[in-house]
T-cell receptor, first 110, second 116 residues
Framework: KQEVTQIPAALSVPEGENLVLNCSFT??????LQWFRQDPGKGLTSLLL?????REQTSGRLNASLDKSSGRSTLYIAASQPGDSATYLC?????????FGKGTKLTVNP | DGGITQSPKYLFRKEGQNVTLSCEQN?????MYWYRQDPGQGLRLIYY???????QKGDIAEGYSVSREKKESFPLTVTSAQKNPTAFYLC???????????????FGPGTRLTVL
């Protein structure tokens, strides 16, 4: 059974800082991994999808890496802004479904 | 404007009542999903459907039912058998290409259900 762990559970940083969110998963038999953002009381917004054959995927200030063999993914946010404050969720996709971690709650202080 | 809509945004139910949550998508996606989110927990899969007129149980299907009569629609019924239905319910959709790394899930805005 796939289990997903996200560390840290919460993170508070000053504006402008570069930061890394970590995601680990126990079953490496995955097709892809998605990173999502969730604002309070809202649905999930897909940020990045990394295919199992890829090592990295970039979108603007976001860069996600995937090491499938070791069961790890990281989300790098460059030059953080207060608007980046949200909960970030990672979810590997395998066996027909996404499995979610509990997320990292990020606060970027002006 | 393509996307996924869920209604209502807020729903209140008395104990013993069944309620149905709506999910509609105009993305021409084959697959649709229902998740439940509780405070401090990750999203958990309730049901999913990869094709019209077919669906499968997820990890927490007990007390829920679904139908998939149209490609665009995947309503979820929360029955009185669901012991603790108060939660935030999220619907998602994706393309369905078997054994593919390209299937990306997109989510609706959610329905918050409260049992009184």
């Amino acid at each position: 059974k796939q289990e997903v762990t996200q560390i840290p559970a919460a993170l508070s940083v000053p504006e402008g800082e570069n930061l890394v969110l970590n995601c680990s998963f126990t079953d490496s038999a995955i097709y892809n991994l998605q990173w999502f953002r969730q604002d309070p009381g809202k649905g999930l917004t897909s940020l990045l999808l990394i295919q199992s054959s890829q090592r990295e995927q970039t979108s603007g200030r976001l860069n996600a890496s995937l090491d499938k063999s070791s069961g790890r993914s990281t989300l790098y946010i460059a030059a953080s802004q207060p608007g980046d404050s949200a909960t970030y969720l990672c979810a590997p996709f395998g066996s027909e479904k996404l499995v979610f971690g509990k997320g990292t709650k990020l606060t970027v202080n002006p | 404007d393509g996307g996924i809509t869920q209604s209502p945004k807020y729903l209140f139910r008395k104990e013993g009542q069944n309620v149905t949550l709506s999910c509609e998508q105009n993305l021409n996606h084959d697959a649709m999903y229902w998740y439940r989110q509780d405070p401090g927990q990750g999203l958990r899969l309730i049901y999913y459907s990869q094709i019209v007129n077919d669906f499968q149980k997820g990890d927490i299907a007990e007390g829920y039912s679904v139908s998939r009569e149209k490609k665009e629609s995947f309503p979820l019924t929360v029955t009185s058998a669901q012991k603790n239905p108060t939660a935030f319910y999220l619907c998602a959709s994706s393309t369905y290409i078997p054994a593919s790394s390209y299937n990306e899930q997109f989510f609706g805005p959610g329905t918050r259900l409260t049992v009184l």
